[in-house]
Every structure is written in C-alpha cells, then in structure tokens.
C-alpha cells in the first residue's frame, strides 16, 4: 500500500506542474514577459510561491520549460502529419507544415520575430540557444539521411547550404514589416510560395517514388521523435519533482 501512493502522488505533482505551465504561457501571451512575476503565476495558478519553486529555480527556468513545450507542441504536429503521409518528410512539405504550425503557436512565433515585449530576454536565454542547437543538429542529420538516398539535390551541411536554407524560413516569418511595396500574402499563399522555392532550390527534378519515402520515412520520423522525447525527458525531470 505504501508504494502504491507513490504514482499517485507523481502524477499529481505532474498535474500541478502542467497547471502552473498553463498558467505561465497564458500570462506571458495577456502581459508580456517583463510584467509577469511568480506571485502572479502562483495567484493565478492556485498554488503558493514556494510550490513553483519546487520545480524551478528561477522565473527565466520556469518560462523557458513554457518555450520548450511549445516547441514540443510544434514537433508533434509536424509528426502526425508524417505519420498520417509519407510525402512530409519531404523539405518542401515538411518547411511548409512548419511554417503553418508555427504561425498557430503565438509564443514561438514572437521568439522568431523576435519580439521582446512578449518574450524579452528569452529570446537570447542559454536554455533557448541549447533548444535550437538540439534542433539544428536534428535537421542536418535529417538532411543528410535524404541527401543520402537521393531526396534532396544538394548536401545542406555546406555552408552556404545551410544559410540559404535559413534564410529562406526566417525571412517567411519575419519579412511582411519590411514589405516595401505593402503586398501581403496569406498564409497559405505564403506557404505555397515557400514550398515552390524549397523544392526548386532543395530537390531533384523528379519527384520520389512511393517506394522510396517508405523506405526513408522511418529514420527521418525517428530523427523528430527522438528530439521529442529528449525535449519530453527533460520537462519530466521537473514536473514530477
């Protein structure tokens, strides 16, 4: 009997941590990043201070597991769509399902626009360097495992490669502002433009065989979900505390 309280009480710290994450997302999306305060997580979450501390040390910790479940949230998507079709694992399918989630989730689009009223010194956090690196280092294996078997034109671990390619995503999510001309696209217009560009610029000429993405589709979903669970691992380490 003594044992068995121990998932019970797990799952509830679990519980009250996902709460207080809940919380601190809403918050940093209604006042922006300088104004929210741990009272205010606390107050709103129904918890005393000293609980969230229970899990993180600092205010920049607890805000930087929101990031990174949100990135979480991203990736997910992006698989279920790669399970659901193995053509996403396509560069030009799988920027564009990037693209879509990402303008659907408020909090990393203002860390890709950069907007410090929302996520203020966030943007430049260790935590948040270290989730990109973890990021990078996943799509350059992803991108070699396609250039290996033929479905990429062009090794995106050159380089210039690989600038090009992140010029081409950013400039997507943060370009509209500087629009000289004041021409807007929606964001499936846009979307489609992006997907024209990655496979004229990425892909060969001929599209992959059925036969083909079914060969390379597990590995390249192995690629997302391990970064996944490695982000999900580290979350757990905290809310189960």
């Avoid at 918050?27 to 229970?54: E, F, S």
């Avoid at 433009?193 to 001929?206: D, G, M």
Wanted: charged letters at 25%; one cysteine or more.
């Amino acid at each position: 009997m003594e044992h068995s309280s121990v998932p019970a009480e797990s799952s509830k710290n679990v519980e009250r941590a996902q709460r207080i994450l809940d919380v601190a997302a809403d918050l940093l999306l209604r006042w922006g990043y300088k104004r929210v305060t741990i009272d205010d997580i606390a107050r709103h979450a129904g918890v005393g201070k000293g609980t969230i501390y229970l899990h993180w040390k600092t205010r920049d910790s607890l805000f930087e597991t929101v990031i990174l479940r949100e990135m979480i949230a991203i990736y997910r998507a992006i698989l279920r769509r790669m399970y659901a079709d193995t053509t996403e694992i396509l560069p030009h399918r799988l920027l564009r399902s990037s693209l879509l989630i990402t303008e659907g989730n408020p909090i990393i689009k203002a860390l890709l626009t950069r907007d410090i009223e929302a996520v203020g010194k966030l943007i430049q956090s260790n935590a948040n360097s270290e989730i990109r690196n973890r990021e990078e280092l996943a799509l350059r294996k992803y991108f070699s495992l396609l250039y290996r078997h033929g479905l990429t034109a062009v090794d995106i671990n050159q380089p210039e490669h690989l600038y090009a390619l992140e010029m081409l995503t950013t400039s997507f999510t943060m370009i509209d502002p500087y629009i000289v001309s004041g021409q807007q696209l929606s964001l499936e217009q846009k979307a489609e433009v992006l997907t024209r560009i990655i496979r004229q610029t990425f892909e060969p000429s001929t599209p992959p065989s059925p036969t083909a993405l079914q060969e390379v589709a597990p590995a390249a979903i192995q690629l997302f979900e391990q970064l996944c669970l490695d982000f999900e691992q580290k979350i757990r380490t905290q809310t189960e505390m």
